[in-house]
T-cell receptor, first 113, second 115 residues
């Protein structure tokens, strides 16, 4: 069965710190890995990664995929209180044309002022 | 552009009753998905529509759940009769057919509580 595991499950840091969130996966026919940020309601899309070793970057957030290690990391530098959220990792795999995402449990990140 | 809209945002029903959740995807999005998060667990896939056709319903838990997407626009997810274990947050998401590798856009979810 396809599986996605995130670590840590919970993280509390001070504003200005840098954090690294981890995601590992076991899926059949890997196609892509996605990161989402969930604050109060809808998960919002951050990154989609398909190629190993190519960093995706958006402001203070960046992510990279390691297909050999079947994992990805999400980095957030100079954290702000607005970064407090649940960060979700999801992987798409399976047969050609399959679209469903397999999610990890999420990492609950809390940034204290 | 309007996002994915879900209605209601909250629903509390008694065991044995029927509830219907609605999802309006982003206009023009052919792909529509239903996901569910039960307490303490990860978000799990329920099913996937392409226009009005069910492409993949492998995640539907049992025959008490019925999803429809008549006309290929909005979708409904009916739970009949509801059981206590059906409680959770039901998310809908949509994406464009021609951009299957784009990150799906999620709705805010419907929090269902069965008592």
């Amino acid at each position: 069965e396809d599986k996605v595991v995130q670590s840590p499950l919970s993280l509390v840091v001070h504003e200005g710190d840098t954090v690294t969130l981890n995601c590992s996966y076991e899926v059949t026919n890997f196609r892509s890995l996605l990161w989402y940020k969930q604050e109060k309601k809808a998960p919002t899309f951050l990154f989609m990664l398909t190629s190993s070793g190519i960093e995706k970057k958006s402001g203070r957030l960046s992510s990279i995929l390691d297909k050999k290690e079947l994992s990805s990391i999400l980095n957030i530098t100079a954290t702000q209180t607005g970064d407090s959220a649940i960060y979700l990792c999801a992987v798409r795999g399976g047969i050609q044309g399959a679209q469903k995402l397999v999610f990890g449990q999420g990492t609950r990140l809390t940034i204290n002022p | 552009e309007a996002g994915v809209t879900q209605f209601p945002s909250h629903s509390v029903i008694e065991k044995g009753q029927t509830v219907t959740l609605r999802c309006d995807p982003i206009s023009g999005h052919d792909n529509l998905y239903w996901y569910r998060r039960v307490m303490g667990k990860e978000i799990k896939f329920l099913l996937h529509f392409v226009k009005e056709s069910k492409q993949d319903e492998s995640g539907m838990p049992n025959n008490r759940f019925l999803a429809e997407r008549t006309g290929g626009t909005y979708s409904t997810l009916k739970v009949q009769p509801a059981e206590l274990e059906d409680s959770g947050v039901y998310f809908c998401a949509s994406s464009q057919e021609k951009q299957p590798n784009y990150g799906y856009t999620f709705g805010s979810g419907t929090r269902l509580t069965v008592v």
